[in-house]
């Protein structure tokens, strides 16, 4: 970083042969962190740092989770096999699944990982300004790691269309070095050249409440303090539930005092109501359950 000599860290831009113009202090990097793209009037890219949901960033030992998180670990390595073959050092994901369940926890955690790794994520609201914005990051670094989230993408695409979507998903503006991360309530909602198309999204994953061996390692961590029989019961009764319902027992139970059995009913009574997609398979490109990630 350059040293400045105002208040303000401006600095000279060189722009050309004998053309300069003021600028902010400058980095060759981004700092490593999860950030929101936009672009101002000129059309010039700015990139907010946003903080992690980190309230449920647990992992589960043989979790499907867990199998997602060792699958992008060892992609990353995979680069030179890529090269070899000609193909875009790129990945797809596409969660799905009832609301509460563990989708954007999921993808926090892959983000919280590449950011460890001294890498970047980016958010996208808008696939038009998304793409700008990240045309000029791969200009100054080309060979940097990046993911890139697309959370409820179905609104993106009702709010957007999906023409831009599909130009950087896998025409003019795909880039290597990337993964692509979203997630969606309503896969229905999504058209087949979203979810039929190879290359566009590879994996297709259900993520489902968590099952009694997940909830218990769940109460394990947040209530150490719990006896046996207290956590079989609260495992009991938690059956079926999202992970945001769990985090909701916790709270209404532990922080507000409330009795444990009401507690439960209600939230079964709300989960009842939450809208849920129908589980559904295309003939022309499979939605991949648990058991397709090795």
């Known amino acids: 970083m350059n040293q400045t000599t105002n208040e ?10 004998g053309h300069y113009a003021m600028c902010g202090r400058t980095v060759a990097t981004l700092p490593a962190g999860a950030y929101s793209c936009y672009t101002d009037n000129y059309g010039n890219p700015h990139f907010t740092e946003r903080a992690l949901q980190v309230d449920e960033l647990i992992d589960f030992p043989g979790s499907l989770s867990e199998r997602i998180l060792k699958e992008i670990e ?27 369940c563990g989708k954007s926890s999921l993808i926090h955690m892959i983000v919280s990982r590449i950011v460890r790794a001294s890498h970047v994520a980016f958010f996208c609201e808008s696939p038009y300004t998304f793409i700008a914005c990240m045309t000029k990051f791969r200009q100054v670094e080309p060979e940097r790691p990046i993911v890139c989230v697309f959370e409820d993408i179905e609104a993106i695409i009702e709010d957007n269309g999906d023409s831009q979507l599909l130009q950087w998903l896998d025409g003019n503006h795909q880039v290597s070095k990337s993964i692509n991360l979203a997630s969606t309530n309503y896969p229905e909602k999504l058209d087949k050249r979203i979810i039929s198309r190879p290359r566009r999204f590879d994996r297709i994953l259900q993520i489902e409440s968590p099952d009694a061996r997940v909830r218990e390692a769940y109460f394990v961590r947040k209530l ?3 006896t046996l029989a207290e956590r079989k019961e609260w495992v009991r009764l938690t059956a079926g539930l999202p992970f945001a319902a769990l985090a909701e027992m916790i709270i209404s139970v532990y922080c507000l005092g409330n009795d444990l059995e009401e507690t439960a009913d209600l939230l079964r009574s709300l989960d009842a109501h939450n809208p849920t997609s129908q589980e559904y398979t295309e003939t022309n490109g499979e939605l991949y359950d648990e058991a397709s990630v090795n």
């Open 224 to 226: 150490p303090e719990q």
């Open 74 to 100: 060892r992609f990353w390595m995979l680069g030179d096999r890529f090269a070899r073959y000609g193909f875009l050092h790129r990945r797809g994901y596409l969660f799905w699944g009832k609301q509460g």
């Open 8 to 17: 303000y860290g401006f600095q000279w831009s060189i722009n050309g042969v």
